[in-house]
Every structure is written in C-alpha cells, then in structure tokens.
C-alpha cells in the first residue's frame, strides 16, 4: 500500500508476539512479569514500583530478576518472613458456602476512619447514640466528641442512607460503620448536640486559661498607672534627655515609652558604662527611695503574653456557647447534665464577661496614660517593654555597685602593699641593732668560765684593746672581719686576747 501522506496518523503495529507486553515506540518489548505464588503469607515490601514506560534508559533495562528464582531457594526467606504463626499449608478446600458479603454505601476513606474512631471509642453503635441523646461525658471523652464532629453526615449521605431505609432493605445486609452511620442520620441535631458536648467537657479548661489573663491585665495596667515611682523614674530619664539633647534639638516634654530600650545604647565616653547606669546611680544616690520602683508592677510578665484580641475573642466565644447550651436547655428540661451545667458556670460566666470588659478599660486608659493608641498597641507588644526595662535597671544598679565593692577591695590592697612596704623599712632600720646585741651576746656567752693563761696578759693589754676598736669600729655578723690579733701579729706585736671572764 502507498505511505500515508505526512502528518497522517501511523497505523497500528502487529501486536507484540505471546509473553511480551506493549510498550511506546523506542521502548524495547519486555516479557509480562510473573505472579510468584508463594507457600506462605508474606509482608508486603512498601516501595514505589516503575511503570514499563519509565525504565527506558535506565540498569533495570539490563537486569532479570527471573535468573534470580532459578538461583535462590526462596523456602527460608519464606519461613523467616511470614506474617504470622502459621502451620504447614493446607490444600485449599472450596467451602461449601461462601461468606456473606456486606453493603457499604460510603465512600472508602469515610469507611476508614470512622472504623478508626470506633475502636478508639470502644463503645457499640447504641453506646454512642444513648452518650449523645444524654449528654454523658463519662461515657464519650472530649477527644471522642471531636473525632464524632469530623464523622457528621453530610447531606448527600443523609439522602443515601433514608433512600436505603425507604427502599425497606433489610439492615443486617449493611456494615457495622453503615449501621453507625444510618443512626447518626436519624438523630436530630447532631451536630448541635456533639458541639454543646464538646463545649461543656472544655469549659473548665477554657476558665482556667482566660481567667488568669484577665486577671493579669487588670493588676499590670492599674499598677502601672498609678506607681508614684515608676512616675519619678521617667521624670529623671525626661530631665537628662533633655539635658542631652535639648541645646541641639529643643525641650521634649515626654517620650515613647518604647525609648527606655535606648538608655542602654548611650555609652560613656570611655564606652564603660552606659546611660541607664548613670541614671541608676543618680537614682541611689539622690532617689533612694524610688530605687525599688518594680516592686509596684505586679503580673507585667503574665500580662506581657496576654493577646487583648485573642483573650476578647475568647471571652465572646465562651459566652456564646452558654447561649447555645441554655437553648438546648431550654428545648428539654429534664435533662440533668444541661441543668447542672447551667446552674453551676451560668454565675461564673457572667462575673468572667463583667472581668473582661473591665480588663479592655484598664488596659486603655493605662496605654493612653502612656502616651500610646490602645487600638494599635496590644499587651504583648506594650508590657514587655517594661519588662526589659525592669531587668535593664536592675542589671546596671548590680553592676554599679559591684564596681564599687570592686574600687573597694583595690584600695584595700593598695593599702596593705603600702602597709608592707613600711614595715620593711621599719624592721630594716632596726636590724642593725638588734644584730649587733646579739652578737655581743653571743661572744659574751662563748667567754663565759675561759681562765686567761700568763700569755693572754701583758702589760699595756688593756690600752690595746681600746686602740683596736677605736682603729676597727663593730661590724655586722654576717659582715667579713679581719681578726685584730692577727693584725697585731702579722706586725710582729703581741696581743691579749679581747674575749675576758665575765
């Protein structure tokens, strides 16, 4: 036949011969992978498989795994890895009636996981519906109701399941999930009811978040406001400010609280200390009373992570689910759980709403105090200001003092270096003396019961003996001597000796 004209679609090739499968042109014809049947049950390897058309160019285009089975005894692998205690395999037997297939009118995933939260739940398909109807936290836990609320019919399942039920099919045919899930679709105000559950099993823990910020916001916001020393430490910061910057830039009648982060920055002119520790200094010195000013701020660290929109939020979000509650309440009033409920947290809530607004006031009218806007400044942008401040101040008066024990100690051991050198000077001085007494002594000591012989004696001994120490005068011990005698000798004169009975 003559060639199609370009452009014109190819016709199909032959088919591939028996054993290979099809495979797009440049691909080689590769034979079908076999099925292994294998003597036990064996995990499955969990891996990402290539298709045919993705092995073009690639080692698994030269590999064949099937030389693999003609080489390995695969019947101890099979005996290491099977799934479970399993005996001997038996010759399967066809059974003479086959299990009963179920129905499932829900879509897999669904399936799924409402077969995983029902062993978690751990409770029948009437359990839970009687938990719900009565509003039993004993039976359902918080963390049940919120895996229940994911699981809420929608309303194509709603029509699905009521067209089963109206069709009259029988409802031991459906699932264990199915039939769940067709009591959940017959039960008015599921989703209602589930939420007012969950609200109630978090209510405790909901106060006792929101209770505690609100609490810190009025405390830190009123105690700032009104700390006459806070007053006067931002007075003597305005005052040397102003003496820093007012020949140059005029007068400033107040800052922003945010620049007490700046008085760290300001350094000595030696770069040794900082601004802040001349302030802390002048403080002490002149302001002591003042020096404690952090002892008037109360809760600034707690209200420091407060969130004024979050904590609001939360606030009108707890107040509208009481609301919720109360309607329910209000539909049947038999029931215990809803009237104790209410009974016990109704007061709570109202003291927490009147808390809360008073909270938003004190924090306003502390920010504007400030000189700030409360619509743009929130508490964890605001109070943590004076939190470093705080820890600044208290950090440079601890350093100031520690310069001065410092300064201290070196005086100290100047004056004992001084003290020491005086006191050699002293014993220097004196050592003379004190040497030569006891030279004398010891010489004294030495002559002590010597008898003279009638060669120690001669006339004129005496005149000598003054003529030496007139000649020679007393040196030290230590000190080298020549000997008077041997002098008297040497000049070929005769000498008695200086040492006499004593």
Same mark, same amino acid.
């Given at each position: 036949p003559p060639p199609p004209p370009p452009g014109a679609p190819r016709p199909p090739g032959p088919p591939p011969p028996p054993g290979f499968i099809s495979v797009p042109d440049g691909v080689p014809a590769m034979t079908v992978k076999r099925n292994v049947t294998t003597k036990y049950r064996l995990p499955l390897l969990n891996w990402l498989a290539m298709k045919p058309t993705q092995i073009k160019d690639t080692v698994f285009c030269e590999i064949n795994d099937d030389r693999i089975y003609d080489t390995v005894d695969f019947g101890e692998f099979e005996e290491t890895f099977k799934t479970k205690a399993q005996g001997s395999p038996k010759p399967k037997i066809a059974s003479q009636s086959s299990k009963e297939e179920k129905t499932c009118l829900m879509d897999a995933n669904r399936n799924r996981n409402l077969a995983i939260s029902r062993r978690k739940i751990s409770l029948t398909n009437e359990q839970i519906i009687y938990a719900i109807n009565n509003y039993n936290l004993n039976m359902l836990k918080v963390e049940h109701i919120e895996m229940l609320l994911k699981l809420v019919p929608n309303e194509q399942e709603v029509k699905v399941y009521k067209a089963y039920e109206k069709d009259r099919k029988p409802m031991d045919k459906l699932t264990d999930n199915d039939r769940l899930m067709m009591k959940l679709c017959k039960l008015e105000r599921l989703e209602n009811k589930l939420k007012i559950l969950a609200y109630i099993g978090n209510f405790k823990d909901s106060m006792e978040l929101i209770v505690p910020q609100v609490n810190a916001l009025i405390s830190a916001s009123m105690s700032a406001k009104n700390s006459k020393k806070l007053k006067k430490i931002l007075e003597v910061i305005l005052a040397f400010g102003n003496y820093m910057n007012s020949s140059k830039r005029g007068g400033a009648y107040g800052f922003k609280i945010q620049s007490l982060s700046a008085l760290t920055d300001t350094k000595s002119t030696d770069r040794s200390i900082s601004l802040l520790n001349f302030i802390a200094e002048t403080v002490r010195k002149n302001f002591p009373d003042v020096l404690n000013f952090s002892n008037d701020l109360t809760y600034l660290d707690k209200a420091a992570r407060v969130s004024l929109e979050s904590m609001v939020a939360a606030v009108r979000e707890i107040t509208s689910g009481m609301v919720v509650v109360k309607k329910e309440y209000e539909?049947?009033?038999?029931? +215990?759980? *809803? @009237?104790?409920? %209410? !009974?016990?947290?109704?007061?709570?809530?109202?003291?927490?709403?009147?808390?809360?607004?008073? #909270?938003?006031?004190?924090?306003?009218?502390?920010?504007?105090?400030?000189?700030?806007?409360?619509?743009?400044?929130?508490?964890?942008?605001?109070?943590?200001?004076?939190?470093?401040?705080?820890?600044?101040?208290?950090?440079?008066?601890?350093?100031?003092?520690?310069?001065?024990?410092?300064?201290?100690?070196?005086?100290?051991?100047?004056?004992?270096?001084?003290?020491?050198?005086?006191?050699?000077?002293?014993?220097?001085?004196?050592?003379?003396?004190?040497?030569?007494? +006891?030279? *004398? @002594?010891?010489? %004294? !000591?030495?002559?002590?019961?010597?008898?003279?012989?009638?060669?120690?004696?001669?006339?004129? #001994?005496?005149?000598?003996?003054?003529?030496?120490?007139?000649?020679?005068?007393?040196?030290?011990?230590?000190?080298?001597?020549?000997s008077y005698k041997r002098q008297l000798e040497d000049s070929g004169q005769s000498v008695i000796s200086s040492e006499v009975v004593v």
């Open positions: 539909k049947g009033k038999d029931n +215990a759980t *809803l @009237k104790s409920f %209410v !009974k016990e947290n109704e007061e709570k809530l109202k003291s927490l709403e009147k808390d809360a607004a008073s #909270a938003t006031e004190e924090y306003s009218t502390c920010v504007i105090y400030f000189g700030e806007n409360p619509r743009t400044t929130q508490p964890n942008g605001f109070f943590p200001i004076f939190v470093n401040f705080v820890k600044a101040f208290k950090d440079a008066d601890e350093q100031n003092e520690a310069r001065k024990q410092m300064r201290v100690r070196q005086i100290e051991k100047e004056r004992e270096k001084e003290e020491r050198t005086l006191n050699r000077k002293t014993v220097t001085s004196q050592g003379g003396d004190a040497l030569m007494m +006891a030279e *004398l @002594k010891k010489k %004294v !000591k030495q002559g002590q019961g010597r008898k003279l012989t009638q060669s120690d004696v001669y006339h004129g #001994a005496i005149d000598d003996i003054v003529e030496g120490v007139k000649n020679e005068p007393y040196r030290r011990a230590d000190a080298k001597r020549r």
